[in-house]
């Protein structure tokens, strides 16, 4: 799918998908502890699923 066509959440819907708070996302983009992609719309911060998939992607351990 490409980026472009993945639906944009807000950064509550973001952070439910993530099983996160909202006031997480807040401090992790003011702080910029994670490279987690958002697109700013004004003053609202708007996630795309796909790069959410791709933050979890990036995070997943393989343990064998």
Do not use: H
């Amino acid at each position: 799918m490409a980026a472009s066509s993945s639906p944009l959440l807000t950064r509550k819907q973001a952070a439910e998908y993530l099983g996160l708070e909202p006031r997480t996302l807040d401090v992790w983009a003011c702080t910029k502890r994670y490279n987690l992609r958002f697109i700013k719309v004004g003053r609202l911060a708007k996630y795309r699923i796909q790069d959410l998939d791709d933050f979890l992607a990036q995070r997943t351990v393989n343990i064998e």
